[in-house]
């Protein structure tokens, strides 16, 4: 990130701080008004991930009473979608301009009295970005002192602090963040756990650090489904520096450039040559620009890592493994091998798929290795390890509750089963029995399928959206998702979806029904009809998960008998929600001859058809092959 601090004239710059950020990785840094407030403070940004790193910088610390942030390269998420503004304390007005499709966006905020820059942006960012931190029925507060650290997720009980204070009612800080050990000293009554944090990670004491990464920088939103051998490679190259070394990507040889790549520093090349993307080896997050070069790239190879800076350039691997490239990686230092998550390493240490392979085997290359990323070292899911020891409790992901409405007990054996062997280690089932009963023998089947379970029964006079508000109102976990009794679901399918929810910020979050089983003629087809990792309806309404909190508040789900799905989705959009579709694999949707509430014909889902599977794709992602045994020879 770049910075050009100005001040008014010498008798008022106590009153007045500008800034200037640019998603350019070689600016200086910002530095906030020596007299330690400012009355103003105007932020000008490039765009919002450059105002997101402002978060990071000590002057994030510096409190004010007035801010102007303008966003010139402003993008919504979907066409007249605008955020909301977090809490302020001491709020007398602010005013917020977002243009339709995009642009110069301006939000003005006045207080009552000065906040610290980084509580005021924390709230602004809710205006311009979708932020929606995961529900938990137990968190910590964290407190920064004096700058946070560039993987601390936007988030309102995440704070900065000049110096740690003492509280007599309560014990002040649950989790106090700090550049070095130094800092630190406190009472053991002041602060629950003191972690040593920077901007490659954290660590406590006596434990091998942490390398974190802020997933709502690094995901793969806009990956899009183009995979495979023939789509643009780059090569990732470390590079020396003095006194700190770089990185820079690059087309290889054997492919073109890809067209007009976006420049990254004052000495990038014109556009169409190499490379496309460089930085420094500072741990920071990814820049909007490097970000926007880096996806043009549908895998990267990286020959040599050097290990001269292990924390960061483990960092910067992580970073690139979430947003979906392909990264290749065969030989990891252990200086920086020792920092990434165990699954993780054994995905860039695989080979890539042939070059005669399907398509579909990059696609599921590139899904493993974002997942695996995500979850080793997104701060919303890796963090809590480390402070497990002080908060155990805090360490597990949100918990899920899978909403399964039926009238057929005979589909129950399979779709229980599927959710019985889900990987997400936070999840019961809660099924309601819509006008049927259950045989003795299948009911103690069911409830032996190891994870917790609710059978319940509602009258066959309730409609299919009353039973579906019966089924939620028993669930506990703080995410539900809906599952329909005729689909197919593979053992990744709840984590997909968690993740999803965490990095995209929507409302609303599932996926696409992609892979169509159309049982009566024994073939399965992929319809490209939407793109994966997009904003946007519609999303398959056997996939959809909400936190329980935004399901209740936006109605629930309306007493209808049909189009119940479509009816909570308009609701969300009504209420100023974002729906997210994730990638579509794990997740088979069904035809049967049985019969469906919505029925379009076979036609409908031969319209615009790709790829076909004589009966189903053979493969553990959709937990229709043992692992070790994929098939995914399509027609």
């Given at each position: 990130m770049?910075?050009?601090?100005?001040?008014?004239s010498?008798?008022?710059?106590?009153?007045?701080?500008?800034v200037?950020?640019?998603?350019?990785?070689?600016g200086?840094?910002?530095?906030?008004?020596?007299?330690?407030?400012a009355?103003r403070?105007?932020?000008?940004?490039d765009?919002?991930?450059?105002?997101r790193?402002?978060?990071?910088?000590?002057a994030?610390?510096?409190?004010?009473?007035?801010?102007?942030?303008?966003?010139?390269?402003?993008?919504?998420?979907?066409?007249?979608?605008?955020?909301?503004?977090?809490?302020v304390?001491?709020?007398?007005?602010h005013?917020?301009?977002?243009?339709?499709?995009?642009?110069?966006?301006?939000l003005?905020?006045?207080l009552?009295?000065?906040?610290p820059?980084?509580?005021?942006?924390t709230a602004?960012?809710?205006?311009?970005?979708?932020?929606?931190?995961?529900?938990?029925?137990?968190?910590?507060?964290?407190?920064?002192?004096?700058?946070?650290?560039?993987?601390?997720?936007?988030?309102?009980?995440?704070?900065?602090?000049?110096?740690?204070?003492?509280?007599?009612?309560?014990?002040?800080?649950?989790?106090?963040?700090?550049?070095?050990?130094?800092?630190?000293?406190?009472?053991?009554?002041?602060?629950?756990?003191?972690?040593?944090?920077?901007?490659t990670?954290?660590?406590?004491?006596?434990?091998?650090?942490?390398?974190?990464?802020?997933?709502?920088?690094?995901?793969?939103v806009?990956r899009?489904?183009?995979?495979?051998?023939t789509?643009?490679?780059?090569?990732?190259e470390?590079?020396?520096?003095?006194?700190?070394?770089?990185?820079?990507?690059?087309?290889?040889?054997?492919?073109?450039?890809?067209?007009d790549?976006?420049?990254?520093g004052?000495?990038?090349?014109?556009?169409?040559?190499?490379?496309?993307?460089?930085g420094?080896?500072?741990?920071?997050?990814?820049?909007?620009?490097?970000?926007?070069?880096i996806?043009?790239?549908?895998?990267?190879i990286?020959?040599?890592?050097p290990?001269?800076?292990?924390a960061?350039?483990?960092?910067?691997?992580?970073?690139?493994?979430?947003?979906?490239?392909?990264?290749r990686?065969?030989?990891?230092?252990?200086?920086?091998a020792?920092r990434l998550?165990?699954?993780?390493l054994?995905?860039?240490h695989?080979?890539?798929?042939?070059?005669g392979?399907?398509?579909?085997?990059?696609?599921?290359?590139?899904?493993r290795?974002?997942?695996?990323?995500?979850?080793?070292?997104?701060?919303?899911?890796?963090?809590?390890?480390?402070?497990?020891?002080?908060?155990?409790?805090?360490?597990?992901?949100p918990s899920?509750?899978?909403?399964?409405?039926?009238?057929?007990?005979?589909?129950l054996?399979?779709?229980v089963?599927?959710?019985?062997?889900?990987?997400y280690?936070?999840?019961?089932?809660?099924?309601?029995?819509?006008?049927?009963?259950?045989?003795?023998?299948?009911r103690?089947?069911?409830?032996?399928?190891?994870?917790?379970?609710?059978i319940?029964?509602?009258?066959?006079?309730?409609?299919f959206?009353?039973?579906?508000?019966a089924?939620?109102?028993?669930?506990?976990?703080?995410?539900?998702?809906?599952?329909?009794?005729?689909?197919?679901?593979?053992?990744e399918?709840?984590?997909?979806?968690?993740?999803?929810?965490?990095?995209?910020?929507?409302?609303?979050?599932?996926?696409?029904?992609?892979?169509?089983v159309?049982?009566?003629?024994?073939?399965?087809?992929?319809?490209?009809?939407?793109?994966?990792?997009a904003?946007?309806?519609?999303?398959?309404?056997?996939?959809?998960?909400?936190?329980?909190?935004?399901?209740?508040?936006?109605?629930?789900?309306?007493?209808?008998?049909r189009?119940?799905?479509?009816?909570?989705?308009?609701?969300?959009?009504?209420?100023g929600?974002?729906i997210?579709?994730?990638?579509p694999?794990?997740?088979?949707?069904?035809?049967?001859?049985?019969?469906?509430?919505?029925?379009?014909g076979?036609?409908?889902?031969?319209?615009?058809?790709?790829?076909?599977?004589?009966?189903?794709?053979?493969?553990?992602e959709?937990?229709?092959?043992p692992v070790?045994?994929?098939?995914?020879?399509?027609?």
């Amino acid at each position: 990130m770049g910075g050009v601090v100005r001040g008014g004239s010498p008798d008022h710059r106590r009153w007045w701080w500008r800034v200037r950020l640019t998603d350019r990785p070689d600016g200086r840094p910002v530095s906030g008004p020596t007299t330690g407030a400012a009355r103003r403070a105007l932020v000008d940004a490039d765009s919002v991930a450059a105002l997101r790193r402002l978060l990071a910088e000590p002057a994030a610390a510096t409190p004010t009473r007035q801010l102007v942030v303008r966003v010139r390269r402003w993008r919504p998420p979907t066409a007249g979608w605008s955020g909301r503004l977090g809490p302020v304390p001491g709020l007398r007005r602010h005013r917020v301009r977002l243009p339709r499709g995009g642009g110069n966006a301006r939000l003005s905020v006045d207080l009552a009295e000065p906040v610290p820059l980084h509580d005021l942006l924390t709230a602004a960012l809710a205006v311009l970005a979708p932020v929606r931190p995961l529900p938990r029925p137990a968190s910590a507060d964290v407190a920064a002192v004096g700058v946070a650290p560039g993987w601390l997720p936007v988030d309102a009980n995440h704070s900065v602090t000049g110096a740690l204070t003492t509280n007599p009612e309560i014990r002040g800080y649950d989790v106090v963040l700090a550049p070095d050990a130094a800092t630190l000293a406190a009472p053991s009554d002041l602060v629950g756990v003191a972690v040593t944090a920077g901007g490659t990670g954290a660590r406590v004491a006596n434990r091998q650090p942490l390398v974190l990464i802020d997933s709502a920088v690094a995901n793969p939103v806009g990956r899009g489904r183009r995979y495979g051998p023939t789509e643009p490679t780059g090569v990732l190259e470390f590079l020396p520096g003095d006194p700190v070394p770089g990185w820079q990507v690059r087309p290889a040889e054997s492919v073109p450039a890809p067209a007009d790549p976006a420049p990254v520093g004052a000495d990038s090349p014109a556009a169409g040559a190499v490379p496309v993307a460089r930085g420094g080896l500072a741990g920071a997050p990814l820049s909007g620009d490097q970000l926007a070069a880096i996806r043009r790239f549908t895998h990267l190879i990286c020959p040599d890592v050097p290990a001269v800076a292990p924390a960061a350039e483990a960092t910067l691997l992580a970073q690139l493994a979430a947003t979906g490239a392909v990264l290749r990686v065969p030989q990891l230092p252990p200086a920086v091998a020792d920092r990434l998550a165990e699954p993780l390493l054994a995905v860039l240490h695989s080979d890539l798929p042939g070059v005669g392979a399907d398509p579909l085997e990059w696609e599921i290359r590139s899904v493993r290795q974002r997942s695996a990323a995500l979850r080793g070292h997104a701060a919303a899911f890796a963090a809590g390890d480390v402070t497990a020891d002080t908060f155990p409790a805090l360490a597990a992901p949100p918990s899920v509750s899978a909403v399964l409405v039926t009238r057929r007990p005979e589909y129950l054996p399979d779709v229980v089963r599927q959710l019985a062997g889900q990987t997400y280690p936070e999840l019961e089932i809660v099924l309601c029995l819509h006008g049927i009963e259950l045989t003795a023998d299948l009911r103690a089947r069911l409830g032996e399928c190891g994870r917790p379970i609710q059978i319940f029964s509602a009258p066959a006079g309730f409609s299919f959206g009353e039973v579906m508000g019966a089924a939620t109102a028993r669930a506990r976990g703080s995410l539900v998702t809906k599952v329909d009794d005729d689909d197919v679901y593979g053992p990744e399918h709840i984590w997909d979806l968690v993740l999803a929810r965490e990095y995209s910020g929507a409302m609303l979050v599932g996926k696409a029904a992609e892979f169509v089983v159309l049982q009566m003629l024994g073939v399965t087809v992929r319809r490209a009809a939407v793109p994966p990792e997009a904003y946007g309806a519609p999303v398959a309404g056997g996939t959809m998960l909400m936190a329980r909190g935004d399901l209740e508040a936006v109605g629930g789900w309306r007493p209808v008998p049909r189009s119940v799905d479509r009816g909570l989705m308009d609701r969300v959009l009504r209420a100023g929600g974002l729906i997210y579709r994730t990638h579509p694999l794990g997740y088979l949707y069904e035809r049967r001859a049985a019969g469906h509430t919505w029925d379009a014909g076979l036609d409908y889902f031969l319209r615009r058809g790709g790829q076909q599977w004589d009966g189903v794709p053979r493969h553990p992602e959709f937990g229709t092959s043992p692992v070790g045994l994929p098939e995914v020879t399509a027609r």
